[in-house]
């Protein structure tokens, strides 16, 4: 079983030529470049064959529970989707936000965006989560 060396919550790694001497180094946020406040956009199926097989995950990465009421979430051509009032994605919960239609889960599983039509481009997006007072909190690109 391996060891794990990089923090949960950031760290930075250091690149040291062969005389000792500082080469390069390279900072992370909270867990990488999709995350802040360990708010997270996980995985991403752009290229679904139905609808409900298109969707995005988004990860607490956190240690407290994060209600969601009036988060945002938009695509590169501004098709926009708000969480529902008091839907809250637990501590180390993950959603899935699917683009069709069915019955939302009260707390992580699965989410319906409702669209008639696929959201995410397969040949790339940008998935943007917006906070409620409009503030970007985090993006993904594929």
């Known amino acids: 079983m391996?060891?794990?060396i990089w923090n949960d919550d950031g760290?930075?790694?250091y690149l040291y030529?062969?005389?000792a001497r500082l080469a390069d180094e390279q900072a992370s946020g909270d867990s990488g470049g999709s995350?802040?406040?360990k708010l997270c956009v996980g995985q991403i199926n752009e290229d679904g064959s139905t609808l409900n097989d298109e969707w995005v995950e988004f990860d607490n990465t956190g240690s407290s529970d994060h209600d969601m009421t009036g988060w945002t979430v938009e695509d590169e051509a501004g098709y926009a989707y708000q969480f529902p009032d008091n839907y809250t994605?637990?501590?180390g919960g993950t959603v899935r936000l699917h683009t069709g239609s069915g019955?939302?889960?009260s707390t992580d599983g699965d989410l319906y965006w409702g669209s008639g039509s696929y959201v995410w481009n397969n040949s790339g997006d940008t998935v943007y989560l917006y906070e409620p007072d409009g503030t970007l909190h985090t993006e993904k690109t594929y």
């Open 103 to 105: 019955t939302d889960s």
């Open 11 to 13: 760290d930075t790694a």
């Open 2 to 4: 391996g060891i794990s």
């Open 35 to 37: 995350c802040g406040s």
């Open 89 to 91: 994605l637990t501590s």
């Open 17 to 19: 030529d062969d005389n």
